[in-house]
């Protein structure tokens, strides 16, 4: 049971590049995790939680000069600033009253507004949903975990490339800093 007063459903890069069959990072299993997203959003709403939505967003020039980190080398040119590839996509209910955060890295705690707000807001608890679940996904929970947040995994409301990429992360969530549900199983009071 989630008090919707210090609860927030976030949702984790569910973007044209990622969800779109044309995106430059698509994965079918991500584009299939909309409609138990979009469930979860609405279930949030009406019971009165915060939303928040996260987008991965990628300056053109962000990663050169870079010692060692660059995704584009190990994920190829996605989710470029300004591009349709960027945008959330179209099937989701994102309104003016939902924070959303841009990011530039795996977790979207890094560098961003997201703990501000969570903490102006008194959100303790984090209904984490979205893709990948193996990367955005568990790197943004665990950023959670270790900042105090009570971060909870959505399991089949998470993208993922193999299957057993999501297994991985949800094992390693609920072992190691947070913890795992079921759609079915989130209510709030």
């Not at 210090?6 to 991500?30: I, K, R, W, Y």
């Not at 190990?74 to 994102?94: P, Q």
């Not at 893709?131 to 955005?136: I, R, Y």
Request: glycine share 8%; aromatic share 12%.
């Amino acid at each position: 049971m989630f008090d919707p007063d210090s609860t927030a459903v976030v949702v984790v890069d569910m973007q044209n590049g990622f969800c779109h069959p044309e995106g430059s990072l698509f994965a079918p299993d991500s584009e299939a995790a909309i409609e138990p997203v979009t469930d979860l959003v609405a279930r949030a709403r009406d019971a009165g939680a915060s939303v928040v939505y996260t987008k991965d967003t990628h300056p053109e020039e962000q990663f050169e000069g870079n010692h060692y980190y660059d995704e584009f080398e190990r994920w190829g040119e996605h989710v470029v600033e300004g591009t349709w590839d960027a945008e959330l996509h179209d099937d989701l209910d994102v309104r003016d009253e939902d924070y959303v955060v841009e990011k530039h890295t795996y977790d979207a705690f890094y560098e961003t507004g997201l703990e501000g707000y969570l903490d102006s807001h008194g959100i303790d608890d984090l209904l984490i949903c979205g893709t990948l679940a193996n990367v955005c996904v568990l790197h943004t929970a665990g950023s959670a975990g270790l900042r105090d947040y009570k971060p909870v995994l959505v399991e089949d409301a998470l993208g993922y490339i193999e299957a057993e990429h999501k297994e991985y992360a949800v094992d390693h969530a609920d072992w190691l800093f947070g913890e795992v549900t079921e759609l079915s199983e989130v209510a709030f009071d």
